[in-house]
């Protein structure tokens, strides 16, 4: 897929190969540095070598019930999202996402067309049919992302993440019904 950003640079949204694997370890060590919203410390993301890159986008091509896209700029990865279907039968109904994009390229709607994008892969999913997260309560800008795709915030767990330098954050669970629950 193919946008423009509002100053004129191509962004395109699309699902990495195993040679894009460089491009995508360096988006995600970068990330790590510059937000504290991610799951993962600095020192997890760099311990994170090329083969491992390199395996973590074969299991997305290899399984249909995943996805996993990057966005590109001008070469470089400036982000990614992904889904993940529940691993077990009484889960299969749902899918986790992950999103992040580095911090130069906030506020130019790359994470609204990388969530339009995943909604979109969910929605033609035969399973799928909720998208379900945990936020950190402090991530305003997210929250305010996905509020604006009508994600609906269901309840916190309190001090649910232990930063790295102690401090303890909520995290607030957010999902979407995307088509109707057989
Ligand atoms: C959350 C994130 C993916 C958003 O990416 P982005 O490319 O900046 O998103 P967009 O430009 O498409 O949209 C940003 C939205 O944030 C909202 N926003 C922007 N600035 C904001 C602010 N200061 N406070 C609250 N909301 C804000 C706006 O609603 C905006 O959407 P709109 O202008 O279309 O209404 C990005 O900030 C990020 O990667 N953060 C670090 C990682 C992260 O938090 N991941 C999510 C973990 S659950």
């Known amino acids: 897929m193919l946008h423009f950003l509002p100053n004129g ?4 949204i699309r699902r990495p ?11 995600f060590q970068q990330l790590a540095e510059e937000t504290d ?9 760099w311990a ?6 390199e395996n973590f986008i074969q ?10 896209l990057v966005a590109e700029v001008e070469g470089e990865v400036v ?15 749902r899918a986790m996402l992950g999103i992040g994009v580095l911090h ?15 909604v979109r892969w969910a929605e033609a999913h035969p399973k799928i049919a909720i ?27 309190p001090n649910g993440i232990r930063q790295p330098d102690g401090r303890l954050v909520d995290l607030v669970a957010m999902s979407k019904q995307i088509k109707p629950v057989h």
């Open 9 to 12: 640079k191509q962004l395109v």
């Open 17 to 27: 190969q195993v040679a894009d694997a460089a491009a995508c370890l360096k988006c």
């Open 37 to 45: 919203f991610l799951l993962y410390t600095p020192q997890e993301a």
């Open 48 to 53: 994170f070598d090329l083969k491992k890159e």
């Open 59 to 68: 299991s997305y091509l290899k399984h249909p019930d995943h996805l996993f």
């Open 79 to 93: 982000g990614s999202v992904s889904l993940n279907q529940g691993n077990f039968a009484k889960q299969h109904h």
């Open 104 to 118: 130069s390229y906030w506020n130019m709607g790359i994470g609204r067309r990388l969530l339009t994008a995943a």
């Open 131 to 157: 998208i379900h997260f945990e936020v950190l309560a402090t991530n305003e800008r997210a929250i305010q992302l996905y509020r604006n795709f009508n994600f609906v915030e269901h309840g916190r767990i």
